[in-house]
């Protein structure tokens, strides 16, 4: 589980009861929940003592961690649970569902469900987080939605639905200020494509829109040429297409396409760059102040076979 979300310090119950006394203010942290092996508690019992425990009407930001006590089971009744206790959250503003790191479970075993109903019981809520994918049955899902106060929304995922990007890119979000998809790879349910960010790229459908990251794809130069072109751009102050298997094909897109110079930051980190191209970007973009991050400069090169080989950073 992170350290900090929403500007808070995470503050972790694994445990349904303690002293009161004894216990952050409420609106101090954000509250972290998990149960996961070993855990003497399954997540009903552990939520159930949050809300007993803790001023919950004070409560303004909330990560679920791991919430299973055995085998891994569906994100579903924590969501059920979340969603039906609802007015005892009032003030709850951000909320990241499934923060679990890799030694808990890998992103892409983590088993989903459908996350709208969270989205449409908090309409004050103002940051969105959720990290997994999976397929079938414990695919993530959501269907587009209207919601007035959300600034922040981020999926982290090896492998990100096609449908969840199209149900983001249909979404009524006026006040989305951040967007961060991590598209993944289609061996692990990532199977959205360009056309489907159309209409995120296209402008206007979120007017306040200041970020964007496409990131963590094995479609990266296709997404970069698309993004070379796209009308969004120029809303924008920060771009992040990093994490994915961007070639100096890509890059030459970016470069070649509408100006980027207006932009504070692009991120284009974890990259398949050849040396001359990240010269010419540093130089081009950095010379008009643009800070470009072109850290962790990966090979394809295969050293076993004779072969190239490019991979993005979260898969499995």
């Given at each position: 589980m992170r350290d900090t979300f929403a500007g808070l310090p995470v503050h972790a119950l694994t445990h349904p009861a303690g002293p009161v006394d004894g216990l952050p203010a409420a609106d101090s942290v954000a509250w972290g929940l998990e149960c996961g092996y070993g855990a003497d508690t399954a997540f009903p019992e552990l939520w159930r003592g949050f809300l007993d425990t803790v001023d919950t009407e004070r409560v303004t930001a909330l990560v679920i961690g791991s919430w299973w006590d055995g085998d891994y089971t569906s994100l579903g009744p924590v969501v059920e649970l979340i969603t039906s206790d609802a007015a005892r959250l009032p003030g709850l503003r951000a909320l990241f569902l499934a923060d679990v790191e890799g030694e808990s479970c890998e992103i892409s075993w983590l088993r989903m469900a459908d996350i709208t109903p969270v989205v449409e019981a908090f309409p004050l809520l103002e940051e969105l987080g959720v990290r997994g994918g999976n397929t079938g049955d414990d695919a993530l899902v959501l269907s587009p939605v209207r919601h007035t106060a959300l600034r922040v929304l981020r999926f982290e995922s090896g492998g990100l639905p096609g449908s969840v990007v199209c149900a983001v890119a249909a979404s009524e979000l006026p006040a989305l200020e951040h967007l961060e998809l991590w598209l993944g790879v289609e061996e692990y349910g990532g199977d959205s494509?360009?056309?489907?960010?159309?209409?995120?790229?296209?402008?206007?459908r979120f007017p306040a829109l200041r970020h964007l990251?496409?990131?963590?794809?094995?479609?990266?130069?296709?997404?970069?040429?698309?993004?070379?072109?796209?009308?969004?751009?120029?809303?924008?102050?920060?771009?992040?297409?990093?994490?994915?298997?961007?070639s100096d094909e890509g890059a030459a897109a970016l470069l070649g396409g509408q100006p980027l110079t207006h932009l504070t930051r692009l991120d284009l980190s974890h990259h398949y760059l050849s040396d001359a191209v990240m010269e010419r970007v540093s130089s081009e973009l950095g010379a008009a102040g643009v800070t470009v991050d072109l850290s962790e400069q990966e090979s394809a090169e295969d050293e076993d076979e004779d072969e190239e080989w490019r991979y993005v950073a979260v898969s499995e």
């Open positions: 494509t360009v056309a489907d960010l159309a209409p995120v790229l296209a402008g206007g990251g496409l990131q963590n794809s094995e479609l990266q130069d296709e997404i970069a040429a698309a993004v070379a072109a796209a009308p969004v751009v120029a809303q924008l102050t920060s771009l992040g297409l990093s994490m994915g298997v961007l």
